[in-house]
T-cell receptor
Framework: NAGVMQNPRHLVRRRGQEARLRCSPM?????VYWYRQLPEEGLKFMVY????????ESGMPKERFSAEFPKEGPSILRIQQVVRGDSAAYFC???????????FGPGTRLLVL | DAKTTQPTSMDCAEGRAANLPCNHS???????VYWYRQIHSQGPQYIIH???NNETNEMASLIITEDRKSSTLILPHATLRDTAVYYC?????????????FGEGTQLTVNP
């Protein structure tokens, strides 16, 4: 039973480009959470989604960031016009139902040059 | 979610038990205690969780005090691979799901 998958594992972008981070939840899991870990800092919640719905986006920056979890396919975290401060590790976690244990993926390390 | 307090760092000898404490004195009746760890910037790994009763699985044991204001994660025979940051998280479990709020955690170093 494969765990949570994220790709790419490493992503390099120049300032102003777009970054797309993908998260495939564990089989049978319909809830996805995104977290960000800035260098030398702790993990911070960004957004919580169910299939086709955003449930809680209170941790998302107001501009340039968006997330989706379509009926088919992986969840996508999209960062437009990236800046150096977006350089971080982005982790997603999935759960079978909203209240159950969250299992994390290996993360995507974004570096903005 | 209730705030947790953990020591910044701890050391443990390989093969010995590692006992990681966590204080959560403002915990509510509907809040669970969760433990995760993060090994050198990898994705956080779920370890164990509990509400009132002590819990044990293949990785660890969780001891929760009777008043639920503190808990201890026990790794019975620590190995070098257990070196990681350990996070104690108190979380309301709602039908609609809820975020995990990570604190600073405890850096556990297992020494040979």
């Amino acid at each position: 039973n494969a765990g949570v998958m994220q790709n790419p594992r490493h992503l390099v972008r120049r300032r102003g480009q777009e970054a797309r981070l993908r998260c495939s939840p564990m089989k049978g899991h319909s809830h996805v959470y995104w977290y960000r870990q800035l260098p030398e800092e702790g993990l911070k919640f960004m957004v919580y989604l169910q299939k086709e719905n955003i449930i809680d986006e209170s941790g998302m920056p107001k501009e340039r960031f968006s997330a989706e979890f379509p009926k088919e396919g992986p969840s996508i975290l999209r960062i437009q016009q990236v800046v150096r401060g977006d350089s971080a590790a982005y982790f997603c976690a999935s759960a079978r139902t909203g209240q159950e244990t969250q299992y994390f993926g290996p993360g995507t390390r974004l570096l903005v040059l | 979610d209730a705030k947790t307090t953990q020591p910044t760092s701890m050391d443990c000898a390989e093969g010995r038990a590692a006992n990681l404490p966590c204080n959560h004195s403002t915990i509510s009746g509907n809040e669970y205690v969760y433990w995760y760890r993060q090994i050198h910037s990898q994705g956080p790994q779920y370890i164990i969780h509990g509400l009132k009763n002590n819990e044990t699985n293949e990785m660890a044991s969780l001891i929760i005090t009777e008043d639920r204001k503190s808990s201890t994660l026990i790794l019975p025979h620590a190995t070098l691979r257990d070196t990681a940051v350990y996070y104690c998280i108190v979380r309301v479990v709602e039908t609609s799901g809820s975020r995990l709020t990570f604190g600073e955690g405890t850096q556990l170093t297992v020494n040979p």
